[in-house]
């Protein structure tokens, strides 16, 4: 055995952290098993109060009504049309905003990114009324466009892009601008490439939000086939009726992108956030 194989092995070695830590990880998956084994019980089952813990068979009706009976699928690509188009309109927006404040001079260069940052001091219940009469005297609401339009940037965005830039090498932009690279030029073919990690921390914190937005698609959706999966499956519980097994089963389904996400994007997740705390 080299000394160099010894690190590793005591690295992999359970600690007194693990101790800790792994009775809370078990704390925070237990929602998430629970919500996937209700959504395979009978209704007869959800209704028992208490609940069982296992079901006494498989039982996927919950599933069938959801995609059979409802919107559902219909809600689903809401959903993904308008995370998506968020996703790509900050990774663009926001990055090069965040270039901009990083690297270019201007007059108010430190106050503009202050007056931008101190937006998300502003909570979103404050500008919701004119936000939603402004979208009305332009005949957006009710459209995926009124859901779709205030998050093309964010503050939070800006700030992460930003921080990054700031600790990029200056000496890589220099070389391709001595090789004759325009201003476009380098960020297109020396910055982006290597802000990635960046750029993944943002789409994957961007769809994350936009997929569980519901309080602005109550007000801004009327209409049931332009709703998205947050609003949709709020009309399986009413006031003194819930149909678990299809609500069980659209959470289940709901959750199953972010996780996806999530799962894609949490290395340079980590690695983009240390950086930003650095910065």
């Known amino acids: 055995m080299t000394t160099s194989t010894l690190p590793a092995r005591r690295r992999r070695r359970p600690s007194a952290r693990h101790l800790v830590l792994a009775p809370l990880s078990l704390l925070m998956v237990a929602p998430f098993l629970l919500m996937l ?62 270039y901009a404040f990083a690297r270019m001079r201007f007059a108010g260069r430190r106050v503009a990114l202050a007056l931008v940052i101190s937006t998300t001091l502003i909570p979103f219940q404050l500008t919701v009324i004119p936000t939603f009469l402004i979208f009305h005297e332009i005949h957006l609401i009710n459209t995926l466009g009124a859901l779709i339009v205030p998050q093309l940037a964010s503050a939070l965005g800006v700030y992460l892009m930003t921080s990054f830039f700031q600790n990029f090498p200056r000496e890589l932009e220099e070389a391709a601008r001595i090789d004759g690279c325009s201003r476009f030029g380098v960020y ?23 997929w569980n937005d519901l309080f602005w698609p109550l007000i801004a959706i009327t209409s049931k086939e332009r709703y998205t999966v947050q609003v949709g499956l709020t009309t399986f519980q009413g006031a003194h009726q819930a149909d678990w097994p299809q609500i069980m089963a659209g959470t289940v389904l709901t959750t199953v992108p972010v996780l996806i996400v999530f799962i894609i994007g949490q290395r340079r997740f980590v690695q983009a956030l240390a950086g930003a705390v650095k910065g």
């Open 37 to 98: 084994v209700s959504s395979v019980m009978t209704r007869a089952e959800l209704n028992r109060f208490p609940p069982p813990l296992v079901p006494g068979r498989i039982d996927l009706t919950g599933y069938r009504e959801l995609l059979s009976s409802s919107q559902f699928p219909r809600w689903f690509l809401n959903s993904l049309i308008v995370s998506g188009v968020i996703v790509v309109s900050q990774v663009v927006l926001c990055g090069m905003a965040g």
């Open 188 to 210: 297109f073919r020396v910055v982006l490439p290597v802000a990635r990690p960046a750029l993944a921390a943002l789409a994957v914190i961007t769809f994350i939000y936009a």
